[in-house]
């Protein structure tokens, strides 16, 4: 059973940094695509960013030239740095892992890190 685990999530003010990691029980590689997205009470789970196995990547609007997403191998480990951070990025982020295999999306979720971002 494929096992996420966030952390790095915390307290930041405006303008302030911060790096989640996700950590994967196994080998990232056999994943097609790793993503991060987030969630506010009362609110739908939006895509914030993603990657493929190529490294190729995608970022939601709001996010686009303040967050970085980053994935390596050898640690099992994806990355979402987040510069720049404003008071609407606060939200529990989770973690995504998808397995394409004959026609059929597997998706793995960790159990999500908090990020508040107040002054």
């Known amino acids: 059973q494929v096992q996420l685990v966030e952390s790095g999530g915390g307290l930041v003010q405006p303008g302030g940094s911060l790096r989640l990691s996700c950590v994967a029980s196994g080998s990232i590689s056999s994943f097609d695509t790793m993503a991060w997205y987030r969630q506010v009470p009362g609110k739908e789970r939006d895509l914030v960013a993603d990657?493929?196995?190529?490294?190729?990547?995608n970022y939601a609007d709001s996010v686009k030239g303040r967050f970085t997403i980053s994935r390596d191998s050898a640690k099992n480990t994806m990355y979402l740095q987040m510069n720049s951070l404003k008071s609407e990025d606060t939200a529990v982020y989770y973690c995504?892992?998808?397995?394409?295999?004959?026609?059929?999306?597997?998706?793995?979720w960790g159990q999500g890190t908090q990020v508040t971002v107040s002054s």
């Open positions: 995504k892992a998808r397995r394409v295999r004959v026609g059929n999306r597997f998706d793995y």
């Open positions: 990657i493929t196995t190529d490294g190729t990547t």
